[in-house]
């Protein structure tokens, strides 16, 4: 639940108007406008569960969107061909290689990709402490812990299904954070663990590498139907001309459309597990500190690049500040999210 003093919902990032001001509300939003400010708005304090859930359906319904966008691009550029269910077959083909590729083995490529070590014992006995605390307080097996020799400060969680699951911490993030931030980031990524954010990331990624590479072999004009639809011609006069342009309308804007759609995927996640870690750790402040200290020191991580960057507590490619467009972040600003922490402790912690 919501603190009662609490100046924002712990999830859906609404301010609130508390008890005993909401009665002269009317007054008071007139005197902002007249001031030239912006009014104030009654906002319903939602319990944890039920705001939850309503990111998670969120997410899936962005998802879906994303899905959507897929099999109409293979359907579309299917149909200037002259074989709309042909078109369809070779979108889910395609992404049946890559789901089944990311599924099977995309946790041991992006453990590769940024140079990430099995976790040692002696060396590492406080960061194993922690992951063992915190998947204690979120009721998870424990998942493997790796280490990434860097001192940039950042981590992330990859795994089909808890069982599965691992979560890697940078050399500096160890270092520089203090037990309670550290409970706080491992509680983040733990929060990505128990939503399945790991398996929606997995999927989404692949859909829009699917969608880019799908477009990009029709650009290319190297279908391998393109005879059939060329023969097909004959009967259906030119008729094909004008799914021709939409196909290449669609190949052009499908790619950045979906990679929006996969941001949005990304921002929705961050909230609710930045929450989720608040209530494992009961020290909202411990993630806001250590959200500090990572915007200062810098989240860089070995192998950053931007097809894994929403996979990070904090995008390691780019800063995201309240200026940035909504539309091109992968993650809410960091200053806003440590906001809203801070709000969770009781707004002046």
Known sequence: MNREDAAYCNLCQEAFVHKGVSSLAGSEDRDVRARGGRASRLVPMLPFDEAAARNVRMS????????????????????????????????????????????FSGSSIVLSIHDAREADPSRHRQLLNVVEEMRIASGLPMPR??????????????????????????????????????????????????????LYNVCAAVLVGA?????????????????????????????????LLLGIVFALLAPAAARLLQMSISRQREYHADAASAGFTRNPLGLAGALEKISRAGAYVPGE??????????????????????????HPPTELRIQRLRAMAGGNA
Do not use: C, W
């Not at 520089?176 to 929060?191: D, K, N, S, W, Y």
């Not at 995008?315 to 467009?325: C, M």
């Open 60 to 103: 899936q319904l962005l998802f879906l969107l994303l899905l959507a966008a897929f099999f109409g691009v293979g359907g579309i550029i299917g149909k200037a061909y002259g074989s709309f269910g042909l078109g369809l077959s070779l979108a889910l083909v395609l992404y049946a290689i890559l789901a089944a590729t990311a599924y």
């Open 145 to 198: 812990v790796y280490v990434m020799e860097t001192q940039g400060m950042n981590a992330f969680a990859a795994g089909r299904k808890p069982e599965e699951a691992m979560i890697a911490v940078t050399a500096g993030l160890i270092e520089h954070l203090t037990r309670e931030e550290l409970q706080g980031v491992i509680g983040h990524e733990m929060a990505h663990i128990k939503s399945r954010d790991t």
């Open 305 to 330: 690049n931007r097809g894994t960057q929403h996979l990070f507590t904090v995008n390691p490619l780019r800063e995201f500040t309240a200026r940035s467009s909504a539309l091109l972040s992968t």
């Open 211 to 243: 969608i880019a590479l799908l477009s990009d072999m029709f650009l290319r004009n190297s279908f391998f139907f393109r005879g059939r639809g060329r023969g097909q011609e004959r009967g259906g006069g030119r008729g094909n001309v004008a799914f």
